[in-house]
């Protein structure tokens, strides 16, 4: 069965950092690109990183650049989000999903429960 | 970036009725589209990709359609089960970007 899992979020002060994990399972890992996309409390979804299968090329959303940095590792079929300079608008619930499709640039066909970021003092 | 405008905000239907959704580009997304429904406390579910080809596993009764800037989402005869919050997302250009959602509720 195909599994996307997601943990690491909790709270963190304005300013600081969080590593946020994503293990997936039930399908070939390096074959597909991967993605972030968060929820804030109340709001709709937004888009925030995709990562290629290989983990040669990355995207990221403005709103994030020069903050968050998205990785994989392909030989423990987890993916990552390492959040720097958190604010207190990136407080959301952050979904790992799995892009379907060839391209990078894709729908996301597979999600998470998602692992909610608190960002406050 | 790409503005992607769901309408209406809200639509109130009565079960077995049809449900009508529209999403709107703000330029071309040729046929990158897709269509996420969302329950509340739940992740969003992928139901459609390329503006028109359903999930594995997605009823009959959702149908997608449209091109370039405009795209519908039709739910042919509303069951309990489709009460939700869906979202378009366009995947043509980076930044990929979500609609703000249209709530289907109970009439």
């Known amino acids: 069965e195909l599994q996307v899992l997601e943990s690491g979020g909790g709270l963190v002060q304005p300013g600081g950092s969080l590593r946020l994990s994503c293990a997936a399972s039930?399908?070939?890992?390096?074959?597909?690109?991967m993605s972030w996309v968060r929820q804030a409390p109340g709001k709709g979804l937004e888009w925030v990183s995709t990562?290629?299968?290989?983990?040669?090329?990355?995207y990221n959303a403005d709103s994030v650049k020069g903050r968050f940095t998205i990785s994989r590792d392909n030989s423990k079929n987890t993916l990552y989000l390492q959040m720097n300079s958190l604010r207190a608008g990136d407080t959301a619930v952050y979904y790992c999903?799995?892009?379907?499709?060839?391209?990078?640039?894709?729908?996301?066909?597979?999600w998470g429960q998602g692992t909610l970021v608190t960002v406050s003092t | 970036e790409i503005v992607m405008t769901q309408s209406p905000a809200t639509l109130s239907v009565s079960p077995g009725e049809r449900a009508t959704l529209s999403c709107r580009a703000s330029?071309?997304?040729?046929?990158?589209l897709a269509w996420y429904q969302q329950k509340p406390g739940q992740a969003p579910r992928f139901l459609i990709s390329?503006?028109?080809t359903r999930a594995t596993g997605i009823p009959a009764r959702f149908s997608g359609s449209g091109s370039g800037t405009e795209f519908t989402l039709t739910i042919s005869s509303l069951q309990s089960e489709d009460f939700a919050v869906y979202y378009c997302?366009?995947?043509?250009?980076?930044?990929?970007?979500f609609g703000g959602g249209t709530k289907v509720e109970i009439k």
């Open positions: 990562i290629s299968g290989s983990g040669g090329s990355t």
């Open positions: 039930g399908f070939t890992f390096n074959s597909y690109a």
């Open positions: 999903a799995r892009v379907g499709g060839i391209a990078v640039a894709g729908f996301e066909d597979y």
């Open positions: 997302q366009q995947y043509n250009t980076w930044p990929l970007t």
């Open positions: 390329g503006t028109s």
């Open positions: 330029q071309s997304v040729s046929s990158n």
